[in-house]
């Protein structure tokens, strides 16, 4: 394998309350098998939560899924996007309902801030709906700059989250 192909983890949280959230999930990860240069790695159970900030909208269903990739962290922010868009997602107001929401939390060990793209996800550390699907998929997982997942995920323990699918 050549360095431009060389494979990089990547961990994607997944997201979704419009619709039929169990479908979009599956599709999503469906999508990430599929994207090129990339193997789907671990996925995590699926987790219902309640929305954070915006306006009142049902709640959430929440996963985290690795891939082991050979796209650049750019390259792979498109495919997610053009994956949210397959499914109709569009964006109107911060933090408003979706029918998929694809993050990229964590590229390798890097840490990136560019206007388009932070990694790791600037509030990952503060969400058990990403905390507790990462940890059951990588339970020693360091969040580059932060800390080690699990510590966090301690901090976390008020915020409700409901395993609803293994």
Known sequence: MSSRDARHPAWIGIGANLGD????????????????????AALSATYRTAPVGGPEQPDYFNAVARIDTALDPDALLHELLALERDQGRTRSVPNAPRTLDLDLLLYSDRIISQGHLSVPHPRMH?????????????????????????????????????????
Do not use: M, Y
């Open 126 to 166: 503060l969400r058990r709906f990403v905390l507790e699907p990462l940890l059951e998929i990588d339970p020693d997982c360091i969040i580059p700059g932060i800390g080690a997942a699990s510590d966090w995920h301690a901090q976390t323990l008020d915020q409700n989250v409901e395993k609803i699918a293994p």
């Open 21 to 40: 959230p169990a479908r979009q999930i599956a599709a999503a990860v469906d999508g990430l098998k599929h994207l090129p240069h990339t193997r789907l």
